[in-house]
């Protein structure tokens, strides 16, 4: 019996201290609890700011788009002789402020040099750079930015004095070239010359105005650039300096240079709006639609495609609102500022020779690669 009593009160004991110890675990329980300091705190608010952090925001804010762009070149981006800004670059950039804010006006244009041009966008200087600009890898990668589908396909070119008896790049060993320094046609030149065991000097210049002085004074016996700004400067030769039939650009492409506008990386609402500015103005060309008919068009779309494109509704009565943060008639103003694809080229490109017709600029529909994907 007295056996029976003591285990009995053994294991009332043990039961007391058992639940003595889950009580205390589960009162020390809340008190265990992960803090941040003011510094981490601090450290998250400024990460959130900058991932938050929208260019298309900013000019909405502003009223007002930056635009790097070129002020040298006669069809892509040049100051004219009453001080505004007029070429085919010049007009994205106001196809982009009339998509974002309504008004191609609100350009605030910021002239830049070949080599400045890439610390100017990821300064935060400009907004977006639209300047004559060729897409290669690291240019993507290693310097931050995106680029938009291409609106110019380009290609190098050697320009020489017809009198010079160069007809081939092989026919200039040691021959002396004048190049923009800081870009892609300084390498591509060097690599052609070098592959093909050529010996020559390079004459290098930041800006185009004392390359040409150097060419018109001969100190140079080529000029190399893209073949688009050859065709430029050939056309406004100085007839002091033998004008434009003193130059021929030689039949050789030296290398593939892609054109188009460039935004910061990682900015993608910004983005968005500029690439699908670039690919409404092409599918308006394709569709039909000019900057003199768009209202009508608008007003009675022809098929829901055209309604997508226009911001409108069609049939249901619904509009497709595809969320880039400006208003769905975006490409409307976009092609009522400044035309179509296919009416910029005419106004700006072909007036110096750069003919659509058999090129890579062509609408995909005539051989070309102008290409827009669909609206919906």
């Known amino acids: 019996m007295k056996s029976k009593l003591f285990f009995l009160l053994l294991a009332v004991m043990s039961l007391t201290l058992i639940i ?128 938009t589908a291409t609106t110019f396909y380009d290609g190098q070119g050697m320009m020489v004095y017809a009198d010079s008896g160069y007809k081939t790049i092989e026919d200039m060993a040691g021959a002396t070239i004048c190049v923009l320094q800081g870009t892609t046609t300084e390498l591509n030149l060097d690599d052609r010359f070098k592959s093909a065991g050529l010996d020559y000097t390079p004459l290098t210049f930041e800006t185009n105005d004392p390359l040409q002085a150097a060419f018109e004074e001969k100190r140079c016996d080529g000029w190399t650039t893209d073949k688009s700004g050859l065709a430029s400067k050939r056309a406004e030769f100085p007839a002091a300096a033998g004008g434009p039939e003193a130059l021929v650009v030689l039949a050789e492409t030296l290398s593939k240079e892609p054109l188009g506008p460039l935004t910061r990386d990682n900015d993608s609402e910004f983005y968005d709006v500029v690439q699908w500015v670039v690919f409404g103005l092409i599918q308006a060309e394709e569709s039909g639609i000019t900057s003199s008919n768009v209202a009508a068009m608008a007003a009675d779309p022809k098929d829901p495609g055209m309604a997508r494109l226009l911001g409108v509704p069609y049939g249901d009565g619904k509009v497709a609102d595809f969320s880039f943060g400006v208003d769905p008639t975006f490409i409307q103003h976009a092609i009522k500022a400044v035309g179509n694809y296919g009416e910029i080229y005419e106004r700006h490109l072909t007036p110096l020779g750069l003919t659509r017709a058999g090129s890579l600029n062509a609408m995909w529909t005539e051989g070309g690669l102008i290409y827009a994907p669909p609206f919906r």
Request: aromatic share 6%; hydrophobic share 35%; net charge negative.
């Open 20 to 147: 003595a110890c889950s009580e205390e675990v589960e009162e020390a329980a809340p008190q265990v609890e992960v803090t941040k300091d003011s510094h981490d705190d601090d450290d998250d608010h400024d990460h959130d700011e900058h991932k938050d952090h929208s260019t298309l925001e900013e000019v909405l804010e502003r009223g007002v788009l930056k635009c790097g762009v070129n002020d040298n070149l006669t069809g892509f981006g040049v100051v004219t002789s009453a001080g505004t800004f007029e070429g085919f670059d010049i007009d994205y950039c106001k196809a982009v402020a009339a998509a974002i804010l309504g008004d191609a006006s609100k350009v605030e244009y910021v002239p830049l040099t070949a080599s400045a041009r890439f610390e100017a966008l990821s300064s935060e200087e400009i907004d977006l750079l639209i300047r004559n600009t060729t897409w290669t890898a690291s240019r993507d990668r290693d310097l931050g930015n995106d680029f």
